[in-house]
């Protein structure tokens, strides 16, 4: 019996509607608390991620943020008629606040999502898929930093 194949490509609609899926926002998930989205305190909110979570990168660049940027990713199935199975990883961070109007805040930001697609399911591919996001974010750039951000900053990769 061969090993099951699977490709991944970037998740349409967008990196938004895959994180707030991925939270409970849309979708069947339990809905977050109201204030899930930001803290005072960081371990506040990584304590209130999703259950599959894992911490893949941390990016400094001086000029976008004052401290280090944490990346993580987790997942959630959809359904699709692109292929029998359909897993969505949505990159995410949290942040300390860049907003003059927001002081002292940790946020969650969405940065990138994609799919992996396969005719059967798959064990988790977060290291893949997380691998995979990084790397179009860094040469591509993504809605919340063009490539020149990663270019002059410090992404260190922990998986």
């Given at each position: 019996?061969g090993?099951?194949?699977?490709?991944i490509?970037?998740?349409?609609p967008?990196?938004?509607i895959?994180?707030?899926t991925?939270f409970?926002i849309?979708?069947?998930r339990e809905?977050p608390?109201?204030?899930f989205?930001?803290?005072?305190?960081?371990?506040n909110?990584?304590?209130?991620?999703?259950p599959?979570?894992?911490?893949?990168?941390?990016?400094?660049y001086?000029e976008?943020?004052t401290k280090?940027?944490?990346f993580?990713?987790c997942s959630?199935?959809e359904?699709?008629?692109?292929a029998k199975?359909?897993?969505?990883?949505?990159?995410?961070?949290?942040m300390?606040s860049?907003?003059?109007?927001?002081?002292?805040?940790?946020?969650l930001?969405?940065?990138y999502?994609?799919?992996?697609l396969?005719?059967?399911?798959?064990?988790?591919?977060?290291?893949?898929a997380a691998?995979?996001?990084?790397?179009e974010?860094?040469?591509?750039?993504?809605?919340?930093?063009?490539?020149?951000v990663?270019?002059?900053?410090?992404?260190?990769?922990?998986?």
């Open positions: 019996m090993k099951e194949t699977y490709r490509e970037e998740y349409w967008n990196e938004v895959a994180f707030a991925a409970g849309f979708g069947e809905y608390k109201e204030d989205a930001e803290s005072t305190d960081f371990n909110l990584e304590s209130s991620l999703p599959d979570t894992i911490q893949v990168a941390t990016f400094l001086k976008y943020s280090k940027i944490y993580y990713v959630f199935t359904k699709t008629n692109l199975h359909q897993e969505v990883y949505s990159l995410f961070s949290i300390w860049r907003e003059s109007s927001i002081d002292s805040l940790w946020v930001n969405p940065w999502s994609c799919s992996v396969s005719e059967q399911p798959q064990e988790p591919l977060h290291k893949e691998n995979w996001m990084l790397k974010m860094t040469t591509k750039g993504c809605a919340i930093a063009p490539v020149d990663f270019k002059k900053g410090t992404l260190e990769i922990l998986i």
